[in-house]
């Protein structure tokens, strides 16, 4: 579990805050067909979406309140109550390479949301809107984000008349991976009381930064991703500064390597150009791509074998594999990625079930699929898990709305009867537990027969579009 003393050492540096969370505002990107999607992803999407990007209040670093923007992605339809996804995206190229901007692998929210979830990807700090240089597998806001947008949701969602069940599901890649444990451990660790995961699938994460990452891109073997070793120390720097006191940038990275990181820190460059000048910079340097040799001796030294060393506890914080989940999780990897080492998984699953998780399993996705590879197959084993587990509700007003409106409502296998106080004039319309249309209407008068039509036995909604009601048809068989 994390060092309760180191806790106690940071608890003054970083804490994840609930009353920071205010909506600011939210516009519409774009609405997309289940067609559409269907069409881009060879899949059968069961819902058209409409992505908006919304904009909310968290906490930056210093506990300063920051703008932070996200992703979310909502079934079309008024007519049903839906599940919550949480989709935490990977590893991007900078601020603007995100999912509020239909970027930065908001794919997969698209792709599980057009199976009637309700999608949230929060852009985390220091992307999107949010200012600053962005804390890469930072875990505590990494989660903080991700719950302040959440709760910021609250009020869009009751802005835009949507309608959320208690169900709560989550996932990640890569970045993701590491982003998506790190909420799924707050909402269960802190918050049991307000939320219950339904499931979680975490995929390719980093979940062992101190001691598996650590393995996979501080030895002999070449590591092509040096740019994410940088990254991952400016955060260190930034998110603890009480424990690396007296720690700066050129105390860790030799000196021909700290002019392209500072350009980086200063935004002047992406990560992915960083990246390659300093694969480049290696290979005319040392002649491989081994990223130990970017650091000082020392400071190789202290991380690999040292786990009092104030960098190696700063890593460490930011484990997120050894806690107990409730939720049945799936931790889905590939045995042959070159970026995130997948006994990163098999470790989770190990020191989990340790701890007494009974329903967390690692299933490998592939012997031979690298880190790119392994998206789709991840993905869909994501899909299927999420969707055996799902519940979609057909939304019915209560019948204290219905009878302050001076309605009521009765049915038989044949026939729906509504009554009314005063002289109905209005349409109605009858959907399937698709939302397909069946049947529709016009009623007139204080009492209304409406001959069924359908003939499927099932679950419809009959919907008063002046009174903006429905109401839930149990329909037995053919008439």
């Avoid at 700090?125 to 804390?135: A, M």
Wanted: one cysteine or more; hydrophobic letters at 40%.
């Amino acid at each position: 579990m994390r060092n309760p003393l180191l806790i106690a050492i940071l608890v003054c540096i970083y804490s994840i805050n609930t009353e920071a969370q205010e909506l600011i505002s939210y516009e519409l990107l774009e609405n997309v067909t289940k067609e559409e999607i269907s069409a881009e992803f060879g899949l059968a999407a069961q819902t058209d979406l409409e992505h908006y990007k919304m904009q909310y209040t968290t906490k930056d670093l210093n506990g300063v309140l920051d703008t932070a923007s996200g992703l979310v992605s909502i079934p079309v339809s008024r007519d049903f109550e839906f599940p919550l996804l949480l989709n935490l995206h990977g590893t991007v190229d900078g601020p603007a390479d995100v999912p509020s901007n239909l970027a930065g692998g908001f794919e997969i929210a698209e792709i599980i949301s057009s199976y009637q979830f309700i999608g949230l990807s929060p852009d985390y700090l220091g992307l999107g809107s949010s200012r600053g240089l962005h804390p890469y597998v930072h875990a505590d806001s990494e989660a903080s984000a991700t719950l302040d947008m959440m709760y910021a949701f609250e009020k869009m969602r009751e802005e835009l008349d949507v309608h959320q069940n208690e169900q709560i599901f989550i996932t990640g890649y890569s970045q993701g991976g590491h982003a998506a444990m790190a909420i799924h451990r707050e909402l269960e660790t802190n918050h049991a009381d307000e939320f219950t995961v339904t499931a979680a699938s975490h995929m390719s994460g980093p979940y062992s930064i101190s001691r598996r990452m650590v393995d996979a891109t501080l030895g002999d073997s070449e590591y092509f991703f040096v740019a994410y070793l940088a990254s991952v120390a400016l955060t260190m720097l930034n998110a603890y500064p009480e424990l690396l006191v007296g720690f700066e940038i050129t105390d860790i990275f030799k000196p021909e390597y700290i002019p392209e990181i500072m350009r980086y820190a200063n935004g002047e460059i992406g990560l992915f150009e960083l990246n390659s000048q300093l694969t480049l910079l290696l290979g005319n340097n040392v002649g491989a791509i081994t990223p130990k040799d970017m650091l000082f001796p020392d400071v190789l030294d202290g991380i690999k074998n040292d786990p009092s060393y104030p960098l190696s506890m700063a890593l460490a914080d930011n484990d997120v594999y050894d806690w107990t989940p409730n939720a049945p999780t799936r931790l889905l990897y590939c045995t042959a990625d070159e970026q995130v080492s997948f006994e990163n998984a098999l470790l989770a699953e190990e020191v989990m079930k340790a701890n007494g998780a009974s329903e967390v399993i690692a299933v490998n996705q592939g012997e031979d699929l690298n880190h790119g590879g392994c998206v789709n197959p991840a993905v869909e084993t994501t899909l299927l898990f999420f969707l055996f587990k799902r519940q979609v509700s057909i939304f019915t007003s209560t019948t204290e709305t219905a009878t302050s409106l001076g309605i009521r409502f009765g049915q038989n296998n044949e026939q729906i009867i509504v009554y009314s106080e005063k002289n109905l004039q209005e349409d109605y319309i009858i959907l399937d537990a698709l939302g397909n249309k069946v049947q529709e209407g016009s009623l007139h008068g204080s009492k209304n027969i409406i001959e069924k039509s359908m003939t499927v036995p099932g679950i419809y909604i009959l919907k008063l579009k002046d009174s903006k009601l429905s109401y839930k048809l149990v329909h037995s068989g053919s008439l």
